[in-house]
C-alpha cells in the first residue's frame, strides 16, 4: 500500500463527454503527477502539479486539464472524450527534493470511452 | 520515448536471483537511474533508484556501471510474487518518469 487512493475505480463514458478522475496524495507529499496508461503500453506522462501549479506537461492536448488543491489531493480533467482516450489513469504523490524522488502510484481509474 | 533499453521477457526459478538488465545509453550526469515494477492491472510500484553508486534496499540491489551506460537490478531471491513488468527510467530529479515497455519478468515455481 502507498497510501496513494483513486477514485472511481472503474468509469464508462460516452465520446464527447467529460470526465473528472481524483486522486488522494501521500501524507506530506507536495507534487502529484499524472499518467495514462493504454493497454499493453508503459504509462505516458501527462502532467505533474507541484504546489497547485502546473509543473511540466507531456505530450498531451489542453482538453487534458488538472488541480491540485491545498491538501495536495488533486483532479485530472479530461473534455469531450474521445475512443483513443480510453485507458487507466494513473497518479502518484513525491516529495520534491533535490537528491531525486521517488513516485508513489494510486491503483489507477479504468476509464472506458463508448 | 523512453530513452532506455530493456529486455522484452526473462525468466528466473523461484528462489534464485533475478538479474535485469537495463541501458541507458544517452543518460546526462545529473539524471537519476530508476527502477519500477508493475503487476498486472495495479500501479506502479517503485523499487530503487541511484545516481552512480550502488544501492541496496529491502527489496532489491542497483548496480550501475561506472560509465552509467548501463545498470542491472538484483532481486536475490525472487518469488512467485515478483513476477512483473520491470522497468528502468533514467530523468531528472522530481519530474515526469518516461516508461518504455518493460521487461516481463516471469518468477518460475
Known amino acids: 500500500e502507498t497510501g496513494v487512493t483513486q477514485s472511481p475505480t472503474h468509469l464508462i463514458k460516452t465520446r464527447g463527454q467529460q470526465v473528472t478522475l481524483r486522486c488522494s496524495s501521500q501524507?506530506?507529499?507536495?507534487?502529484v503527477s499524472w499518467y495514462q496508461q493504454a493497454l499493453g503500453q508503459g504509462p505516458q506522462f501527462i502532467f505533474q502539479?507541484?504546489?497547485?501549479?502546473?509543473?511540466g506537461r507531456g505530450n498531451f492536448p489542453p482538453r487534458f486539464s488538472g488541480l491540485q488543491f491545498p491538501n495536495y489531493s488533486s483532479e485530472l480533467n479530461v473534455n469531450a472524450l474521445e475512443l483513443d482516450d480510453s485507458a487507466l489513469y494513473l497518479c502518484?504523490?513525491?516529495?520534491?527534493?533535490?537528491?531525486?524522488?521517488?513516485?508513489?502510484f494510486g491503483p489507477g481509474t479504468r476509464l472506458t470511452v463508448t | 520515448d523512453a530513452k532506455t533499453t530493456q529486455p522484452t521477457s526473462m525468466d528466473c526459478a523461484e528462489g534464485r536471483a533475478a538479474n535485469l538488465p537495463c541501458n541507458h545509453s544517452?543518460?546526462?550526469?545529473?539524471?537519476?537511474v530508476y527502477w519500477y515494477r508493475q503487476i498486472h492491472s495495479q500501479g506502479p510500484q517503485y523499487i530503487i533508484h541511484?545516481?552512480?553508486n550502488n544501492e541496496t534496499n529491502e527489496m532489491a540491489s542497483l548496480i550501475i556501471t561506472e560509465d552509467r551506460k548501463s545498470s542491472t537490478l538484483i532481486l536475490p531471491h525472487a518469488t512467485l510474487r515478483d513476477t512483473a513488468v520491470y522497468y528502468c527510467?533514467?530523468?531528472?530529479?522530481?519530474?515526469?518518469?518516461?516508461f518504455g515497455k518493460g521487461t516481463l519478468l516471469t518468477v518460475n515455481p
Open positions: 502518484a504523490s513525491s516529495l520534491k527534493r533535490e537528491k531525486g524522488s521517488e513516485q508513489y
Open positions: 501524507s506530506g507529499h507536495n507534487t
Open positions: 502539479y507541484y504546489r497547485e501549479e502546473e509543473n
Open positions: 544517452t543518460i546526462s550526469g545529473n539524471e537519476y
Open positions: 541511484g545516481l552512480k
Open positions: 527510467i533514467d530523468g531528472g530529479s522530481n519530474y515526469k518518469l518516461t
